[in-house]
């Protein structure tokens, strides 16, 4: 696809990172999945809280690092997205707390699972695809 990419990782020096951050188009955020719990700590503190600074937008991955996936709150650091593209399912927390504000824009990306599995879990859901593999949420007021 021609994109120049830069993986950050905790052994970067700072400035070398925050090079790469003002130069960048945008971060891809995902440095924490959805079953994180409590507030980052060490290394991923450290890299959490250089994205939260970056000047450039943010998309996260599922949901801000930092963020709790069902609470929406942020008990320590956490990241503020531009967007939000989460998958399978919204998680609670991106309309919740500090999550409705922390998500920017917030989309669900089908990533192929059968509405089958969704049942047999017991889990209601509507056929939010219809319009295309990526559809945009709203938050309810």
Known sequence: MSVDCCVAIYDVP???LDREFAS?????DA?????????P???VLWLVDRVARASVPVISLDLPSGIDADTG?????????????TL???KPGLFRGAGRELAGRVYLGDIGL????????????DIPFAEG???RLEAEP
């Open 133 to 135: 593999p990526i559809v």
């Open 114 to 125: 059968p509405a089958a599995l969704f049942r047999r879990l017991g889990v209601e859901v």
């Open 73 to 85: 709150e942020a008990p320590g650091s956490a990241v503020t997205a531009s967007a939000t593209l």
């Open 31 to 39: 440095i924490l999945g959805y079953r994180a719990a409590g507030a």
């Open 24 to 28: 960048a188009d945008a971060i891809i």
């Open 41 to 43: 700590h060490d290394g």
């Open 14 to 16: 700072d400035d070398e």
């Open 88 to 90: 399978a399912l919204p």
